[in-house]
């Protein structure tokens, strides 16, 4: 059993700097020009490090969500997350926060999903949420940063968190792409949970078997840029790393419905697991049934604890060749 890499009862933000209403409905068949009659429609608030940390709260964690906010759109996030008993801290922002959507088309069983590009923070609205989150008392011990940053907020932005997090010691766990990705890997990340496409376009290289993802792992833990990886594989699985051990977990044999919020609810599985002090094969486990229990449901719905509950049994971790990494 390896030890726990977070101690039991650590306190834990997840930072959302593009929240957003979700809407999902479906439809008999998605057709060009004609009126597309749609089921009642499905309301839930969104984005990447809210919906980590309604996967934390179902989960019976205690979690605190960070984000801007503005507009009608603003005003009924935050009740949202009121009713579903989430702690928030809001940052005002001058335009309406996004509406994303997902159509559910029957005919196909295909998902199509709309994601808008959020409103533009101005610079005096992005400072406010670095002003918040350093300004909080005691600072978390781990802080979630996930999601893409909205229009206005500068590609280092996700590096700046970073830097405030080791300042004030604290272990970011993050979950973004591209330049935001690049930026705070630079400056140093806790934990960093990248697919496949966005580990690849990272590192500038197909990865295209498990050899060369286990490969990428090594390279990227070794630049001291990060304690530890975990790369989602889609239906293939999913890979931990961190500088002395790796696992592989294979995918579980279910029925996807819906691929809408498995990223975020394998994230919150796996700081839920991290923050309640369970070591990083057990974090895994974790990430792995919620992530799973996602794809079980076709809505904006993210996992269910008793799906996660029932799945965390038929995972099944298999260790692989690793000598630990130097930095």
């Keep these: 059993m390896s030890p726990s890499p977070v101690a039991a009862g650590t306190a834990l933000l997840c930072l959302t700097m593009n929240p957003s209403v979700d809407l999902a409905t479906e439809t008999a068949e998605v057709l060009p020009t004609h009126k597309l009659r749609c089921s009642p429609t499905a309301h839930d608030a969104g984005g ?15 979690c605190v969500s960070l984000c801007p906010a503005g507009g009608p759109t603003g005003d009924w996030l935050r009740r949202r997350l009121a009713e579903e008993g989430m702690a928030g801290r809001f940052v005002a922002s001058a335009e309406d926060t996004r509406v994303s959507f997902t159509v559910h088309e029957g005919r196909s069983g295909q998902e199509y999903r709309f994601v808008m590009p ?4 101005s610079e005096t609205e992005w400072r406010a949420c670095l002003e918040t989150l350093g300004a909080m008392d005691p600072f978390p011990g781990l802080l979630v940063a996930s999601g893409s940053l909205p229009p206005g907020v500068p590609d280092d932005f ?9 300042e004030r010691g604290s272990r970011l766990v993050l979950d973004t792409s591209g330049a935001p990705l690049d930026a705070a890997l630079a400056a140093g990340v806790f934990l960093v949970k990248p697919n496949l496409r966005e580990l690849s376009a990272h ?3 197909e990865l295209p078997d498990r050899p060369a993802q286990l490969s990428a792992l090594r390279q990227l833990l070794a630049t001291g840029r990060c304690s530890a990886v975990a790369l989602s594989l889609g239906h293939r ?4 790393a961190t500088r002395q051990a790796a696992w592989f977990a294979p995918p579980l044999a279910i029925e996807a419905r819906s691929a809408v919020g498995a990223g975020d609810s394998f994230v919150g599985g796996l700081v839920w697991a991290l923050a309640a002090g369970q070591d990083w094969p057990d974090a ?9 229990g996602a794809l079980l449901s076709v809505s904006t719905g993210l996992c269910r604890a008793a799906d996660a509950i029932h799945l965390k049994d038929q995972v099944r971790l298999e260790p692989q060749a690793w000598e630990p990494v130097d930095s």
């Design 237 to 240: 699985g999913a890979l931990l």
């Design 203 to 205: 590192l500038g290289r």
């Design 118 to 121: 959020g409103p533009r923070l």
């Design 158 to 166: 996700y590096a700046q968190v970073a830097r405030l997090a080791t």
């Design 284 to 292: 895994l486990v974790w990430g792995v049934a919620c992530g799973t």
């Design 48 to 62: 990447g490090g809210i919906n980590v940390a309604r996967t934390v709260v179902r989960l019976g964690g205690a």
